[in-house]
């Protein structure tokens, strides 16, 4: 897996404008023309409660013992305001009144990196912001890199739910308000507080913030993908048991993550983690007080010589030991976040939308009626009997809506394995609704050369990879689900379907695909649909049940039906610039009838003949 220093490329350092070159420069400019010392003061996100709520008449639980909010710029809140601080305290993340864990959780995964992944959130002048009151941050939604520019004051209280053993450093005048929401340890450092606030505005409010999810922050905060493992999920039990879960840790963890390390030492299966919170400390075996170290100092001797993670009991550099079995014991997920570096990787990034009848649901699995053993022995032998002897075939009933959804085609000249993510358009701001619902996606193998490049029907056989059957696959609604290690084979095509699970849930999508390799990513033409309602009637003045083509007579074989001219017949005129039209035909039976049913579409006739 690439590691996420390879991210610190991402953005170039020529990325440097001129003053008035950007949103943030025009307002510097301005500032500057006016010669007033003013600080920036931002419109389109003020310092009132519609930043705050999204119903301004609303005020959430966790803001409801707060009788005043003044937003203070950092030189009012701090004495030494800077992003960055090297003082007692720095790099530490407290919580305010939001929900907002998911978030300052991702932070502090990015701030425990030893690159400059935080800093590079950042897109503008370090001293601009304290200077002017104004500052940019860019992070990744739907499919793209978005800056936001704002002002720098943050909303503050007298906050009464984090009183007591609270020590709140470089606090600028003790007593006075301090921000309400995320912030670091030492107010001096100013980088949690600045990135939510800029966050928030992204998404309209501080309230639109108030609970998430880990992996979509992680996202958000690098442009990678992410999986989420569950350590509780019954899938994960069986490599739990048979010891695949630890090498999987092994494989896929590095010195900069939160889990930094994890290491097999006499025996003894050890987790080593990172805190960037400012509280708790795990005590329990193999913790710095723990005395198992000295009954096993080889293990000490082991953990602290290693040249990739050294480590010593008495450094306090945030991270910590224990079992393997304490951390699956505590810990209920992992999230792997992926990043694919430019100069590694290719990035195929497409928007889509499911629409009316795109939005065609998941692939309903084959329907097989209840019958008896000599009900379906007298089926299948009937089934074999027209496949061998007419032109009729019969198959179990599929999905009539699924071969809609929208389908894009990939091919490579060359052997290679994609990374796939399918991303629903982020449902979080105050113009949408809050929740995810359910998606996902096959890629779906097939012929290279054909002009039909639809795939009409899911057979289990092509499918090559389901994002739905992931190892980690959450069962729960994710705005992104990804398969990894998709192996393609030049001699083939792929059609990757991503769909809604449910049919007519509408909404705009990111399909991402990364390669090493050049591979061809080409949308295959929507369908043309007409729904036309019939019925099979059989009444004294009229027969529309004409049965089938051919009938099989126990006696005589398959013989022509001279009753199937009675079935219901629809005309089908083709434009003569059509040079060629794949048919297909979905007859479809309310469920709980049992039968099979059937079509036929008969060679084309020129018009008037």
Known sequence: MPRLSAYEEAFDEDDEEEVGDTEEGDIIARLQASQRGALYEDVSFPAKRSSLYRNIKSVPEYDADVSEVKWLYPQEICQEPAYFSDDPGSGCLKKGRLD???????????????????????????????????????????????????????????????????????????????????????????????????????????????????????????GGCCEKMSLTSERIKPMMEDGSLWETLRSHV??????????????????????????GEWKGDWSDASTLWEDYPEVYSEVSSDTNTPWRRDSNDGTFWMVFSDFVGLFTKVYQCRVFPDEDYRQYCIHGEWSGKTAGGSAKPMRR?????????????????????????????????????????????????????????????????????????????????TTHKRIWEQKQDDVIADSHENTFGSTRSEREVTRASVKLDPRYAYNIVPHPMEQNREGKFTL??????????????????????????????????????????????????PKWCQNPQYLLNIPARCDELHKRGALVLPRGKAGHVGGLVENPKPAGS
């Open 512 to 561: 991402r695909i990364f390669s090493r390799k050049d591979v061809c990513v080409e949308p295959v033409t929507e369908t043309f649909t007409s729904y036309l309602h019939g019925s099979w009637d059989r009444t004294s003045d009229r027969d529309t049940a004409g049965g089938p083509l051919r009938l099989v007579d126990e006696n005589k074989g398959v013989k022509n039906n």
């Open 254 to 279: 590095s010195p900069e993550y939160v889990v930094a390390c994890v290491q097999e030492c006499s025996g003894f299966r050890l987790v080593r983690m990172r805190n960037p919170w400012s509280h």
């Open 369 to 449: 009626g209840s019958v008896s053993r000599l009900q379906k022995d007298g089926q299948d032998k009937m089934k074999d009997s027209l496949r061998r002897e007419s032109v009729v075939d019969i198959q179990d009933d599929g999905d009539p809506y699924w071969f809609n959804n929208p389908q894009y085609r990939l091919t490579a000249d060359e052997t290679v394995e994609v990374y796939i993510s399918l991303m629903q358009q982020d449902r979080r701001s105050a113009n949408h609704l809050r929740e995810n619902y359910r998606v996902g996606f096959e890629v779906v193998q097939t012929k290279r050369h």
């Open 100 to 222: 907002d864990t998911w978030l300052l959780g991702a932070l502090g995964v990015l701030a425990s990196h030893p690159g400059i992944l935080i800093e590079n959130l950042f897109a503008s002048e370090p001293d601009d912001f304290v200077r002017y009151g104004v500052y940019t941050c860019r992070f990744y939604k739907n499919g793209e890199w978005q800056e936001v520019v704002t002002d720098t004051r943050i909303p503050c209280a007298h906050n009464s739910k984090n009183k007591g053993d609270d020590i709140l450093l470089g606090q600028k005048v003790p007593g006075n308000p301090t921000p309400m929401y995320g912030h670091g340890l030492n107010l001096n450092e100013q980088w949690v507080s600045m990135l939510e606030k800029a966050y928030a505005k992204l998404h309209g409010s501080y309230e639109s913030i108030n609970g998430g999810s880990v992996g979509e922050a992680l996202v958000d905060l690098t």
